[in-house]
C-alpha cells in the first residue's frame, strides 16, 4: 500500500476584489458567512502562521494566503481517501489537497489512474458544491461571477471542478533508499537534503519536513495555477484581437476591448508585486524550497513570457486603436472637403443668378458657359465635381 499525497488546482466561483482586501480575516468571515447555509461542509480558517518572530512563520502578502480551508465530509469517508482538504485562494483558483491509499507497490503504480481517480472524486463532490457557490448572492468585496473583470465567469469552466493538472508525491519509507523510487520519479527537475522535485511526481526523503514542503508545495500549486490562467487568458485575447482585424465584418468594441486589457494589466502588474513580497516573505527551510519550486517549475520563464504576452497584446490594441483614428481622420477630412467644396455649389447658384441680371453682349467671359448649358445642367456638373473631389480625398487620405 502506498499513500500518495496528491495535490490539485481547480477553478473554483469565488474571487474577491483584490486590491482592496486588507486583512485574511475580511475574506475568511465573508466565506464563514457564505458556506454555512451549505451542508456537509467544515470551514477553517488557515493554519499557516503569518507575520514574524519565528521560523515557523512567513510574512506572505493576503493573495498569497490561503483564505479558508474546506473539508467536504463526504469526500473523506472514500476507503481510498485518508484526509482531503480545498485551500480557497483568490483569483477563482482553489488547490485540492487529497491523500489517497493506492493498493501497487512502487514499480506497478499507475500515474494516470491516480489523476483519473483525483479527477473523478473532484467531480463527484466538489461539483455539487461549486454550483451552489456560484449562484450565491455576495457582497462586496467579494464578488460574484457577473462582476468578474478579469478572468471569465463562464459557468462550467468555474464549476465542472476538473483539476488543471493533478501532482503526486510520495514520502520515503525507513529501509528503502530514494534509487528505490526513481523509476517512478523518471525525472527529477532539482533536488535538496530533502526532496526530490519533478514536474509531476516528487519524493519526501525526510519526513520530518513535511509540513514546510506542503506549505510550499500548496503554495507553488496556486501560483502556477494562477500563471497559467493569465497566460492562456492572455493566449485568447490575442486570438480575438487577431480575428476581429482579420475579419472585417466581425464587429467588437474596441473602447471595451481597452479597457477590460488595462484592468487586466493593471492586475497582472499587482500579482506580479505580490510573488516577489511573497518570496522575500518566505523564512527557514521553506525559502529554499521555494527556490527549487522556482527553479524546476519555471516560475521566472512563465513570469516573462506573461511579459511578453502583455506587451504583444498591448501593441495589437494599440495598433487597432490607430487604425481606428485613421478611420476617424479620414471620415473627418472627407467631410470637410465636402464642405468646403459646397462653396463651388454656391458660386454656381451666385452666377447663374447674376447671368439672370446682368448682360454682357459686348465681352465673351464666365457668364457665357451658362449661356451654353442650361442652369439645371451646369448645376448637375458641378454637383458631380464636387461628389469627385469628395471621393478622390477620401481614397487619397492616409
Known amino acids: ?35 454555512s447555509s451549505i451542508s456537509g461542509l467544515k470551514i477553517q480558517a488557515n493554519d499557516w502562521p503569518m507575520g514574524y518572530g519565528s521560523l515557523e512563520y512567513d510574512n506572505l502578502p ?15 469517508t472514500e476507503q481510498d481517501v485518508s484526509h482531503a482538504k480545498l485551500y480557497v485562494y483568490d483569483n477563482c483558483l482553489a488547490v485540492l489537497n487529497l491523500g489517497l491509499i493506492v493498493d501497487a507497490d512502487i514499480t506497478n503504480i499507475d500515474d494516470l489512474a491516480i489523476s483519473k481517480r483525483v479527477e473523478d472524486l473532484s467531480k463527484q463532490y466538489l461539483a455539487p458544491l461549486l454550483k451552489q457557490l456560484y449562484l450565491l448572492k455576495t457582497e ?31 514520502t520515503q519509507e525507513k529501509g528503502l533508499s530514494s534509487e528505490h523510487y526513481i523509476d517512478w520519479l523518471k525525472n527529477v527537475d532539482s533536488k535538496t537534503d530533502f526532496l526530490q522535485l519533478g514536474s ?10 513535511f509540513s514546510d514542503v506542503h506549505r510550499v508545495m500548496i503554495m507553488s500549486q496556486f501560483h502556477s495555477a494562477l500563471m497559467n490562467r493569465i497566460e492562456s487568458l492572455l493566449k ?26 488595462q484592468y487586466r494589466n493593471d492586475h497582472i502588474e499587482y500579482i506580479n508585486i505580490q510573488v516577489s513580497a511573497a518570496s522575500n516573505g518566505v523564512q527557514g527551510k521553506r ?15 512563465q513570469r516573462e513570457r506573461v511579459s511578453q504576452l502583455i506587451q504583444l497584446t498591448q501593441a495589437r490594441i494599440d495598433r487597432s486603436l490607430q487604425d481606428k483614428l485613421r478611420q476617424q481622420n ?4 472627407t ?41 439645371e445642367n451646369f448645376l448637375s456638373v458641378t454637383f458631380i465635381i464636387v461628389i469627385l473631389f469628395t471621393l478622390y480625398v477620401y481614397k487619397n487620405h492616409e
Open 1 to 35: 500500500m502506498l499513500n500518495f499525497e496528491t495535490y490539485a488546482p481547480i477553478n473554483v466561483p469565488l474571487n474577491w476584489q483584490s486590491e482592496l482586501i486588507t486583512d485574511n480575516e475580511q475574506r475568511y468571515s465573508l466565506l464563514q458567512k457564505y458556506l
Open 62 to 76: 493576503v493573495l498569497y494566503q490561503a483564505a479558508a480551508i474546506i473539508e467536504i465530509q463526504g469526500l473523506i
Open 140 to 170: 462586496f468585496p467579494l464578488m460574484t461571477p457577473r462582476d468578474y473583470k478579469f478572468f471569465y465567469n463562464d459557468k462550467d469552466e468555474l464549476t465542472n471542478a476538473k483539476p488543471l493538472w493533478v501532482a503526486r508525491m510520495l
Open 200 to 209: 509531476g511526481n516528487s519524493l519526501l526523503t525526510e519526513a520530518q519536513y
Open 236 to 261: 485568447e485575447n490575442l486570438k480575438t484581437f487577431n480575428s476581429n482585424y482579420r475579419n472585417k465584418k466581425k464587429s467588437s468594441s474596441l473602447s471595451t476591448s481597452v479597457t477590460e486589457q
Open 287 to 301: 525559502r529554499e524550497l521555494l527556490q527549487q519550486f522556482n527553479l524546476s517549475w519555471g516560475f521566472s520563464e
Open 330 to 333: 479620414r471620415g473627418i477630412q
Open 335 to 375: 467631410l470637410l472637403a465636402f464642405l468646403g467644396s459646397l462653396g463651388l455649389i454656391s458660386l454656381v447658384v451666385d452666377l447663374i443668378s447674376i447671368k439672370n441680371e446682368v448682360t454682357n453682349e459686348d465681352t465673351i467671359g464666365l457668364f457665357d458657359l451658362i449661356n451654353i448649358m442650361s442652369a
